[in-house]
């Protein structure tokens, strides 16, 4: 597996696709270069400086972690965008059957598919960009606008060339799909749409007399009552993401004496205001296996803006979800969630009320819960993925040259 950074600590799909490929026996190596997460984007970048998942490894050290192997290598800039260096070299140390790329454009793809022609392994690619932080994908483009050219020069070149090389590219929502055919050179034939998944075995509702003490405990240490209904948000406090709305919202709610608090875990431009905000308690950033019980400690989750990972981990939890009208993956949400007018806390402010009752909470959230142990369950996602790796290496292993279900037409 390839990816820029290594985000220890953190629930993403390359390395949640790492541990559960694993478990599953495969023998899994993550290589990564010396950039720390979200190296392109400063703000993003500087709410995870006092986390973990910021932290990066010396170019040449190898580490075992949740049962797979970290490697990381150099990187420098070619044309201001990182190229590894070593990367044929590392794989070649490695001898992989199957390579799983996580990055689409630049230098990456290209030496990638480099190496499959002088190592022989089966490639595959990802898409996990989505229409709500592209933003060509949401305005009408022209063949001689400047930023359409520069999209062909970094991204749709380098990325058709190097799809020419890949068995499928794992589309992560029907809009990431959209964005890699039209924008990252990704051939339709080659792009399936495959959701992120959730750990169901750390997420899941209260089910022991256990959960329900650390329910108890948590609440209790917040300055939480009982008959609170807390929304719980995590991720970054930035603008794009704005969770600031949904502390208004709930401040609007308290003015008008609706018991409702807000829980907020992460870090970000916003953690100020969001403190100040009445009923709202704001924590830093913990580690992905430590945030269960917080799901559980919860009532609603509530992300205001772009779509997020933690939906799917709060709805695994058992709580209903409210996000943005503009969200287009809405089977993250189908009968287990609400949605709001974009930016609108006195609209968000009316959706959290009508959650307020126990029992449409308990209807919405077994209904998220179960669809998560269905549909996105990573245990079953790495099971599927597992099987397309072994159907690719044994064709190439027995020299037959064959085209994927997804490549016909």
Same mark, same amino acid.
């Given at each position: 597996m390839i990816f820029y950074s290594f985000p220890r600590d953190m629930g993403y799909s390359n390395t949640m696709l790492a541990r559960h490929l694993a478990r599953l026996g495969a023998d899994v190596h993550y290589i990564s270069s010396n950039l720390p997460v979200y190296h392109k984007n400063d703000d993003a970048r500087a709410a995870y400086r006092q986390f973990s998942a910021d932290s990066t490894m010396t170019p040449g050290a190898v580490e075992s972690y949740d049962g797979y192997t970290v490697h990381c290598i150099g990187h420098r800039y070619v044309c201001g965008v990182?190229?590894?260096?070593?990367?044929?070299?590392?794989?070649?140390?490695?001898?992989?059957?199957?390579v799983q790329l996580f990055i689409n454009a630049g230098w990456a793809p290209l030496q990638t598919a480099v190496a499959k022609l002088k190592l022989g392994f089966a490639l595959f690619s990802a898409a996990h960009t989505t229409v709500s932080i592209f933003p060509?994908?949401?305005r009408p483009t022209r063949f001689w606008d400047r930023e359409w050219i520069a999209n062909l020069l970094t991204r749709a070149i380098p990325g058709r060339i190097g799809s020419l090389f890949?068995?499928?590219c794992y589309a992560a929502t029907e809009d990431c799909a959209e964005v890699a055919i039209r924008f990252y050179g990704a051939p339709k034939r080659k792009v399936v749409v495959v959701p992120l998944g959730v750990d169901t075995e750390i997420f899941h509702p209260?089910?022991?007399?256990?959960?329900?003490?650390?329910?108890?405990?948590i609440r209790a240490e917040l300055g939480f009552a009982e008959s609170d209904v807390v929304c719980i948000y995590t991720g970054q406090f930035s603008a794009s993401?704005?969770?600031? =709305?949904?502390?208004?919202?709930? %401040?609007?709610? +308290?003015?008008? @004496?609706? !018991?409702?608090?807000?829980?907020?875990?992460?870090?970000?431009?916003?953690?100020?205001?969001?403190?100040e905000c009445d009923g709202c308690v704001v924590l830093p950033f913990r580690p992905h296996r430590e945030l269960p019980p917080y799901y559980r400690a919860s009532e609603i989750?509530?992300?205001?803006?772009?779509?997020?990972?933690?939906?799917?981990?709060?709805a695994a939890s058992g709580l209903p979800i409210i =996000?943005?009208?503009?969200?287009? %993956?809405?089977? +993250?949400?189908? @009968?287990? !969630?609400?949605?709001?007018?974009?930016?609108?806390?006195a609209d968000l402010a009316e959706r959290i009320k009508s959650l307020t009752d126990p029992a449409t909470r308990?209807?919405?959230?077994?209904?998220?819960?179960?669809?998560?142990?269905?549909?996105?369950?990573?245990?079953?996602?790495?099971?599927?993925?597992?099987?397309?790796?072994?159907s690719a290496s044994r064709l190439r292993k027995g020299g037959v040259v064959t085209r994927s279900p997804t490549q016909s037409g």
């Open positions: 990182p190229k590894f260096v070593g990367l044929t070299e590392k794989l070649r140390e490695i001898q992989p059957d199957v060509l994908a949401r890949i068995d499928k209260l089910r022991t007399a256990d959960d329900q003490a650390r329910r108890a405990q993401k704005n969770p600031l =709305v949904l502390a208004r919202a709930i %401040a609007m709610l +308290r003015a008008g @004496g609706v !018991g409702v608090r807000g829980l907020f875990i992460g870090n970000g431009t916003q953690n100020r205001d969001l403190g989750g509530v992300w205001p803006t772009q779509e997020s990972m933690s939906m799917l981990d709060a =996000v943005s009208e503009t969200l287009l %993956a809405r089977e +993250r949400i189908d @009968g287990n !969630g609400l949605t709001y007018r974009l930016n609108d806390p308990r209807e919405l959230g077994s209904i998220g819960a179960g669809r998560m142990i269905r549909l996105f369950s990573w245990v079953n996602i790495a099971k599927a993925r597992l099987a397309d790796y072994e």
